[in-house]
């Protein structure tokens, strides 16, 4: 995938895409409307953070692209790319198991902590996007 250069982008098929891991400072975008709800991302080398309505949903160290982000109840689905390996850590329900897939293939399951987040390692290489999907047990 090539970077969101928009910052930004809502997709045709409901989903959104953000961040670009090539910008040398930090850029934000602030007052995204998408569904009803205002989202912020913020984004660079160093990091990729998305917000909605003020609370934490998405971020990763060093900063990566993700397109089609779709997150419900049940299951968060997106593509991630980036430059380099990077971990990306989510928003979900607190204390409750998941059972993480990249590249289809089950990278096993996983518990949030009490306030919700899971973080997952994901290995990157420039050029490849790697499918994630995070399922609720």
Not at 28 to 42: M, N
Not at 88 to 96: D, G
Request: glycine residues 8%; aromatic residues 10%.
């Amino acid at each position: 995938m090539a970077v969101v250069k928009e910052l930004l982008r809502a997709e045709n098929d409901g989903t959104l895409s953000f961040g670009d891991y090539t910008l040398s400072s930090k850029t934000k975008l602030d007052g995204f409307e998408f569904q009803g709800d205002i989202y912020k991302v913020k984004t660079f080398a160093e990091i990729t953070k998305l917000e909605k309505n003020g609370m934490f949903v998405y971020e990763s160290v060093p900063g990566t692209a993700v397109e089609n982000f779709k997150a419900s109840e049940s299951e968060v689905t997106f593509g991630v790319s980036g430059d380099r390996d990077a971990q990306f850590t989510l928003e979900l329900e607190a204390e409750t198991e998941y059972t993480v897939y990249m590249n289809g293939v089950s990278a096993g399951e996983m518990k949030t902590n009490l306030s919700g987040k899971l973080s997952v390692s994901v290995e990157l290489s420039e050029g490849e996007v790697i499918p994630v999907k995070i399922v609720k047990m």
